[in-house]
């Protein structure tokens, strides 16, 4: 089984990536194989646009993969989420994609017609994922943006909007190429932070890497235990 493993920083992958280095034979850099489970890793740079080329042109390459697994932290809207806990993310809609009005409401591309949904891509206004649950995860609906929230109105507004559990920079990225490429993939989140005023100090990244990290090494042993 071929996986691809796609994070927008190194950072966020590094417990991981030690662990892969220890047990598994390194064929070359960001290659890693065991029996019949072989693992790349993609580091995309962070945002939409760097996740999409970076994705797109891997997944048009010579190796077909069997499984993309995106891996990042995220900022929860729903405050019953814990900081640390991780999710899998089951559906992504592009948050800030469309135009503010006069008023200084925000009308998106449905909204304007200009994406429709067709049920190849995009389903009630989202991209969804339809591969297997994690049974052991929260689900949750995400918005992808390139502007994280951090002022009290916006925040209000775009929960309205769109009733997200979490945000991130690459979610939708991610669901849009593999959806295109007709690969299966999961989108794997860990929450650092609550979108509220923007307080570095009220955030926890090294609890949700952790977190991240422990959760991402069981998924590959239970894969590899199915191998």
Known sequence: ??????????????PLHLKLKEHFSEEQPFQYKKNNLEISILITGVGMTATAFALGRIL???????????????????????LGEVVQVVSEQFGDLGVEEADGSFTDMFEMNLLQN???????????????????????????????????????????KYQADIESMEGAAVFYACKLS??????????????????RANWNIPL????????????????????
């Open 1 to 14: 089984m071929k996986i691809l493993i796609v994070s927008a920083t190194a950072f966020e992958i590094a």
């Open 60 to 82: 048009s390459g010579e190796i077909t993969f069997d499984l993309v697994i995106n891996l990042g932290i995220a900022g929860a809207f729903d405050q019953n989420l814990q």
């Open 208 to 227: 949700a890497i952790d977190s991240l990290n422990d959760v991402a090494w069981a998924l590959l042993n239970a894969i590899k235990s199915e191998d």
């Open 182 to 199: 007709e690969v299966k993939f999961l989108e794997i989140r860990a929450i650092s932070n609550y979108v509220e005023s923007r307080n």
């Open 118 to 160: 067709d049920g190849a891509i995009f389903y009630e206004n989202a991209i969804q994922n339809p591969n297997e649950d994690i049974s052991f995860l929260k689900k949750v609906k995400a918005i992808t943006v390139n502007k994280v929230h951090g002022y009290s109105e916006s925040i209000s507004k775009i929960e309205k």
